[in-house]
Each structure stands twice: as structure tokens, then as C-alpha cells.
């Protein structure tokens, strides 16, 4: 039991360059999300899952893309990176939705765009 | 706008006495809260809960309080103890699905 997993760990981009965030987890939850961490901002909302083919925005959804096909795989897309888009990024699962204690994060991405 | 606020950035206590994080919000809409912990490198890692319904949650070592009237909450941890220096959060649901997070004070416990 992994829990969640996120590759890669590190990424260095230059702007303007695409590439996409995993996040994988083996307990079979329905709802799955990802946040970014910036410095004195917290964690924020970026889009989440509740289920295979349902996604939905966050609190600050704008220069990324997701899809959910599988109940497993949560991928993050950056179409075109941008520096403001730096950050620590983290998903997470839960088996029913955001509330209680059942969510877990991974261990994050930490990115950096040029 | 920050709708969670954590005021503090950081917390000192010395081993076995009580740490209090103090958190505050702004939306009447929240209606459950939660703390998270999390340690350098790591995600954060649920701590505790509670609902809009209560205004106490004990789990061992540690309490959330929750005052609606002042939109306040706070965690006690006591003792404290040395394994508890880590950055702690506070968050909020609105809804099901939709959580927001507070800045984050870091707590050192001093053996």
C-alpha cells in the first residue's frame, strides 16, 4: 500500500514549456485533488475529482489543466508554465470528498519555472 | 482574499507546556474545520476536526475549540513535546469538496 505518489519530485521548466504533474494512490478513493503551496499563502485549491470523468475548479484553476480516467490516476497539466506557476504542489485523496479524516497528500512537487 | 488567517507565523514552547495555534476565518459559510500537520519535505498529515455543530474536539494530546460568534478556532497541544515541532494548519470546508488553508504557524517545542 503506497498511499498517494506523485512524480516527479523536482522540475525545473523554462516558460512557455508544457509538462505534466503525476499523482497516483492504491486505496481506491473516489475524491482526489491537487493544491499549491506558495510562501505566506498557504495551501490553495486548484481543481479536484470525485470521481472517474468528474472534475472540477478550485480556488485558483487558471493555466491548468486535469482529467480523471481511472479511479486511480489524477494527473495535473501545465500547458504553457509560467513563473508565477513556481511552487509546491500536492495531491491528495480521500475516499469520499475534502472533509474528515481521511485525506491524505503526497509528499509534493516542488517546481520551478524560468 | 485570505479567507483563513493564521496570524501567528511561528510559536515557541518549551517541552510539556501547552502550545495554542490560533486560527481565524472570515466566511460564514464554513461549516467544518480540520488541523494538519506537516514536516519538511512531506504533505501534510490530518491532526484533528471538528464541526460547525460543536464548539469542542479532544483527541488525546490534542483540543480544537471553535467559537462561530468570533469565527475563531484554536488547537491545544498539551504536553508538548519535542516531535510536535512541525507547521501547522488550520482549514476550512465549504461544502463537500472545497477546503481552504491558513498560512501556517510553525510550532518549536524546546526540550
Known amino acids: 500500500n503506497a498511499g498517494v505518489t506523485q512524480t516527479p519530485k523536482f522540475q525545473v521548466l523554462k516558460t512557455g514549456q508544457s509538462m505534466t504533474l503525476q499523482c497516483a494512490q492504491d486505496?481506491?478513493?473516489?475524491?482526489m485533488s491537487w493544491y499549491r503551496q506558495d510562501p505566506g499563502m498557504g495551501l490553495r485549491l486548484i481543481h479536484y475529482?470525485?470521481?472517474?470523468?468528474?472534475?472540477d475548479q478550485g480556488e485558483v484553476p487558471n493555466g491548468y489543466n486535469v482529467s480523471r480516467s481511472t479511479t486511480e490516476d489524477f494527473p495535473l497539466r501545465l500547458l504553457s508554465a509560467a513563473p508565477s506557476q513556481t511552487s509546491v504542489y500536492f495531491c491528495?485523496?480521500?475516499?469520499?470528498?475534502?472533509?474528515?479524516?481521511?485525506?491524505?497528500f503526497g509528499p509534493g512537487t516542488r517546481l520551478t519555472v524560468l | 482574499d485570505q479567507q483563513v488567517k493564521q496570524n501567528s507565523p511561528s510559536l515557541s514552547v518549551q517541552e510539556g507546556r501547552i502550545s495554542i495555534l490560533n486560527c481565524d476565518y472570515t466566511n460564514s459559510m464554513f461549516d467544518y474545520f480540520l488541523w494538519y500537520k506537516k514536516y519538511p519535505a512531506e504533505g501534510p498529515t490530518f491532526l484533528i476536526s471538528i464541526s460547525s455543530i460543536k464548539d469542542k474536539n479532544e483527541d488525546g494530546r490534542f483540543t480544537v475549540f471553535l467559537n462561530k460568534s468570533a469565527k475563531h478556532l484554536s488547537l491545544h497541544i498539551v504536553p508538548s513535546q519535542p516531535g510536535d515541532s512541525a507547521v501547522y494548519f488550520c482549514?476550512?470546508?465549504?461544502?463537500?469538496?472545497?477546503?481552504?488553508f491558513g498560512t501556517g504557524t510553525r510550532l518549536t517545542v524546546i526540550p
Open positions: 491528495a485523496s480521500s475516499y469520499a470528498n475534502a472533509r474528515g479524516d481521511t485525506q491524505y
Open positions: 486505496m481506491n478513493h473516489e475524491y
Open positions: 475529482s470525485v470521481g472517474a470523468g468528474i472534475t
Open positions: 482549514a476550512a470546508c465549504e461544502g463537500a469538496n472545497n477546503l481552504f
